[in-house]
């Protein structure tokens, strides 16, 4: 037992009849189990093949504060927060650090519809999150996963029922705020079932300039039929270290888009875990990630195929500079009997200067022989030549190489379906490349 682990055994077994008094009976019940199967697989280290880029050990080393009392942190993120999406309406709410805001917006439009806190779920929304919690998101296999499971005290729930519709993008942005080094545990649940359909947006920012760690996991159910959109943006600090694992299960002849982008941030490690068990089924994940400084992005995806006649897509690309790191391993897994599997998988870097480094391992592992399977992997560095050429038509060098690196990345942005949201992607890709934060009109967080 090394003392990153030691202490927070010591801390769950001081603290949890507090985290349970404070927690709601759903978070419960699975509890002590995954507190057994952190006890018993720690936290995983650089000799584990999907976490050999990412020292999480040293992530959790630190003493954090965690807020298991539920001491209300005065704000109101509706005054704070003025950013939007020009264009996009959506359903607005507010996860702050791991608690979900108790003036969130009431969400009833007869449909069964239930977007809000597990706690002050419906019956059946309980139901269903009870029927799926932990059921994806396996604790035994996975130290991080089982530490969320046994500190998470809230979950941010979208339940929607049988051939339902969330009419509205649902934009969900995660508030990091305190005046001392936090610790917070976020908990998200999605539940569509057969022919639902959601568009979900998922901001994460931080208010304050302190140490944060976040870890969140998240788990997708899509029932058959189902239709699932699903946007994460990461605008956090140099400050924030974040862990995020998402844990998707999709059914029969559903369609599937989950999109992960990293535009500022300080270490940041996503897990997506895939499993198609309907045919007919298809499934696209995309990533784009912009670095500098000493900022750290590690994406590792595993989408596995169970069952014949589904497809995958994937595709991540990366631009690094000054000494950032980049490490994105991706895994396409087709189970004997999947046969008619057609999954594409590639993923493209930039590194902008000899400082940047990026490590990328496609891979596939085929036990069918009726697929049609492919994956590719390119780093490099600007094009000397594109470049030349800018400049002799009158373009500052480092105007062209902002451009360059745009054009390099929005293969990724030119996918998202939501035009609006496409479209401010753009613009804050471009602020970022120019090493400008957005400034937000009416916005706190942004003075």
């Known amino acids: ?195 639902a359909q959601a568009t979900l947006l998922f901001c994460d920012h931080a208010m304050d300039n302190v140490s944060f760690l976040a870890t969140q996991v998240t788990e997708i159910y899509c029932g058959n039929n189902s239709h699932l959109d699903m946007y994460e943006m990461e605008e956090n600090h140099t400050q924030c270290t974040r862990f995020s694992n998402t844990y998707v299960n999709v059914g029969a002849d559903c369609n599937v888009s989950i999109n992960n982008i990293t535009l500022y941030n300080g270490t940041t490690r996503n897990t997506t875990r895939v499993t198609l068990q309907g045919e007919h089924s298809e499934v696209t994940l995309n990533g784009c990630v912009i670095a500098d400084k000493n900022q750290k992005v590690d994406n590792n995806t595993l989408i596995e195929h169970q069952v014949p006649n589904c497809k995958s897509n994937e595709l991540y690309r990366y631009v690094l500079d000054d000494s950032a ?50 994956h590719g992997s390119t780093v490099g560095v600007l094009d000397e030549n594109a470049l030349f050429y800018m400049q002799q038509r009158g373009i500052p060098t480092e105007e062209a190489r902002m451009l360059l690196k745009h054009a390099f990345i929005s293969q990724v942005s030119e996918k998202i379906r939501l035009e609006p949201l496409r479209e401010r992607l753009n613009y804050l890709v471009n602020k970022r490349f120019r090493g400008q934060l957005d400034k937000c009109t009416g916005c706190s967080l942004c003075k």
């Open 325 to 374: 790191v980049g490490a994105f391993a991706g895994r396409i897994l087709v189970q004997p009997g999947a046969q008619k599997t057609v999954s594409e998988e590639n993923n493209a870097n930039l590194c902008a200067t000899k400082q940047a480094r990026m490590y990328s391992q496609p891979m596939l592992e085929i036990y069918a022989d009726d697929v049609k399977c492919s």
């Open 1 to 195: 037992m090394t003392q990153s682990e030691k202490q927070y055994i010591d801390l769950y077994e001081e603290c949890r009849e507090v985290i349970k008094a404070n927690s709601a009976e759903a978070l419960n019940a699975p509890r002590e189990l995954a507190f057994k199967h952190f006890m018993s697989a720690g936290f995983p280290t650089l000799k584990k093949e999907e976490y050999k880029y990412t020292d999480v050990q040293k992530a959790f080393a630190p003493d954090y504060g965690l807020n298991f009392k539920r001491i209300d942190i005065p704000t109101d993120p509706f005054e704070v927060f003025r950013c939007n999406v020009p264009n996009l309406s959506t359903l607005l709410y507010f996860v702050v650090n791991d608690l979900c805001f108790k003036d969130n917006p009431t969400f009833n439009d007869g449909s069964g519809i239930y977007l809000g806190s597990i706690k002050q779920a419906p019956e059946r929304a309980k139901e269903a999150f009870t029927q799926h919690y932990t059921k994806h998101a396996d604790t035994a296999s996975d130290g991080i996963t089982a530490l969320n499971t046994a500190l998470a005290q809230d979950a941010f729930m979208v339940y929607v029922p049988r051939h339902q519709r969330l009419n509205k993008t649902l934009q969900v942005i995660n508030l990091l705020h305190a005046k001392t080094d936090l610790m917070v545990n976020r908990r998200v649940m999605i539940v569509l079932e057969e022919g």
